[in-house]
């Protein structure tokens, strides 16, 4: 059973535009939300992050949101560049609900195409 | 300064081989972190280590899987009598101490295939 959701495979949107990435959870004990890059054939890249404490993070071009009554996250980068073409990969933990370890679950992953 | 480097970065063995995939990680980090990729899906969690301590091993699939880390830096993950659904991107992270989940630092992945 798939404990972190990506449901969109892939995304296009043109360069200047919005870039909106869902992810839905299941597990209502996950309290700490990531979202990482990746190019290929190289390793994920952490992008950004969220504690369920909080329903918003910016870091730059980058934002993510968090509600948590619906158990939904999306990442939103304003404006996108054709550099920010990858995959991108959600990812929850259990942080500060006593597992210890810091064992990511992700999603399946969102392949974003910026289109110049 | 240096990533987590893997080594190797391609393996193809035949089924019922053993492996062994290596693991170093950024200098000074204490956490160490072995994922499981395979096509189309997410890392999955395998083993985590806290300097030479594994802490966590619950997500290794089968007793075929070992890792270990026996001085806290180099890490190795071996995999004996291979099989065709152990073909993967087998990722190493680690991160240094005294942070949070953020800090988690990808290598590039060695990619198994089982033939």
């Known amino acids: 059973d798939q404990q972190v959701k990506q449901n969109s495979p892939s995304l296009s949107v043109q360069e200047g535009r919005i870039s909106i990435l869902n992810c839905d959870y299941t597990?209502?004990?996950?309290?700490?939300f990531l979202w990482y890059k990746k190019y290929p054939a190289e390793g994920p890249t952490f992008l950004i992050s969220?504690?369920?404490?909080?329903d918003k993070n910016e870091d730059g071009r980058f934002t993510v949101f968090l509600n948590k009554s619906a158990k939904h996250l999306s990442l939103h980068i304003v404006p996108s560049q054709p550099g920010d073409s990858a995959v991108y990969f959600c990812?929850?933990?259990?942080?500060?609900?006593?597992?210890?370890?810091?064992?990511?679950?992700f999603g399946k992953g969102t392949k974003l195409s910026v289109i110049p | 300064g240096a990533g987590v480097s893997q080594s190797p970065r391609y393996k193809v063995a035949k089924r019922g081989q053993d492996v062994a995939l290596r693991c170093d990680p950024i200098?000074?980090?204490?956490?160490l972190f072995w994922y499981q990729q395979a096509l189309g899906q997410g890392p999955e969690f395998l083993t985590y280590f806290q300097n030479e301590a594994q802490l966590d091993k619950s997500g290794l699939p089968s007793d075929r899987f070992f890792a270990e880390r026996p001085e806290g830096s180099v890490s190795t993950l071996k995999i004996q009598r291979t099989q065709q659904e152990d073909s993967a991107v087998y990722l190493c992270?680690?991160?240094?101490?005294?942070?949070?989940?953020?800090?988690?630092?990808f290598g590039p992945g060695t990619r198994l295939t089982v033939t």
């Open positions: 990812a929850a933990d259990l942080a500060y609900s006593g597992a210890g370890s810091y064992q990511l679950t």
């Open positions: 992270a680690s991160s240094p101490p005294g942070t949070g989940q953020d800090e988690q630092y």
């Open positions: 200098s000074g980090h204490v956490s």
């Open positions: 969220i504690s369920s404490i909080k």
């Open positions: 597990n209502s004990m996950f309290d700490y």
